[in-house]
């Protein structure tokens, strides 16, 4: 129950404690005096991301991909016909830096999945395009990624998953200020 009211995401579907249970209830024991509620929410996201992680590596492996490398393809894929950025728009649509973003250009261009082109508009820049093996590379590990995720969500309702994604977007805005 939220505030007396019904709790609007349902019951829960864990029945015993987990090991955030554990963490939690020993130091409310040895510290009474303090709220652990920021605890209780943060520890599960870390474990469950730290789990999301994992799920994610093997589902890519099997398309022979690396997590960076989806990052990088889905990231060109997801723009639209011609599939191509430039490095300055792909820094910051995968949040690393532009020495990052270079290095991780230079492997997915000796992979022949990305390849570099002149910019049109300005002969000194470039776009980087994904190539036909990009396209394909990455469209099978979407399909790989679903089928893997779709497992972990399979004890919520698609109701309490649409929530959980509400409250995660709620949640994650504000660490964008």
């Not at 609007?8 to 963490?23: A, Q, Y």
């Not at 599960?44 to 989806?70: C, T, Y």
């Not at 639209?80 to 270079?102: C, D, I, N, Q, Y």
Request: glycine share 6%; aromatic share 4%; hydrophobic share 40%.
């Amino acid at each position: 129950m939220i505030g007396g009211a019904p709790d609007p995401i349902g019951p829960s579907p864990v029945s015993t404690s987990d090991e955030v249970d554990l963490i939690i209830d020993a130091w409310a024991r040895v510290r009474p005096d303090i709220d652990f509620a920021a605890l209780d929410v943060f520890s599960r996201l870390r474990r469950v991301s730290r789990r999301l992680d994992r799920v994610r590596a093997q589902a890519f492996s099997h398309s022979g991909l690396e997590i960076w490398e989806f990052d990088v393809l889905s990231t060109l894929r997801r723009a639209g016909e011609p599939f191509e950025l430039s490095p300055k728009e792909l820094v910051t649509a995968t949040m690393v830096t532009s020495g990052t973003m270079t290095n991780r250009l230079d492997r997915l261009v000796e992979r022949q999945l990305v390849e570099r082109k002149a910019d049109p508009r300005d002969g000194r820049a470039a776009r980087i395009c994904i190539t036909p093996a990009g396209i394909e590379r990455v469209d099978a590990a979407m399909l790989d990624l679903l089928a893997a995720e779709e497992s972990p969500l399979s004890s919520l309702t698609r109701t309490q998953q649409d929530q959980l994604a509400d409250l995660l977007r709620v949640l994650g805005a504000e660490f964008t200020s």
